[in-house]
């Protein structure tokens, strides 16, 4: 199990935008698959985005949920991968956690979760 760090989360308006940011304390997060998931209170974990390791294609997933609004990205000088949020909803609301998997089918989803962070709470209300 890898250590995997999110921050970011809080609470914001609907409507409102947030980042949430995750970082690998002692190794790079290039060399891995990286995805968002989310669990809201009394749903199952749900796979938002994910983007395959930095020397690949570059392939990226979003659920239809969040397309169009949710971004994924990695700046590898800082070592972080981002999830930016924008026209938040209240659905949204959820505990956010950053893991490594092994596959990235763009259009399918995000596929062998390994490592996971502690995760960060968004809650979306008015």
């Known amino acids: 199990q890898l250590q995997l760090v999110e921050s970011g989360g809080g609470v914001v308006q609907p409507g409102g935008s947030l980042t949430l940011s995750c970082t690998g304390p002692g190794y790079s997060l290039d060399h891995f698959a990286m995805a968002w998931f989310r669990q809201a209170p009394g749903q199952e974990r749900e796979g938002v985005s994910c983007?395959?390791?930095?020397?690949?294609?570059?392939?990226?997933y979003y659920a239809d949920s969040v397309k169009g609004r949710f971004t994924i990205s990695r700046d590898s000088a800082k070592n972080t991968v981002y999830l930016q949020m924008n026209n938040l909803k209240p659905e949204d609301t959820a505990v956010y956690y950053c893991v490594t998997v092994r596959a990235v089918y763009s259009g399918y989803g995000c596929y062998g979760a390994d490592s996971w962070g502690r995760g960060t709470l968004v809650n979306v209300s008015a």
């Open positions: 983007m395959r390791e930095i020397d690949s294609d570059g392939s990226t």
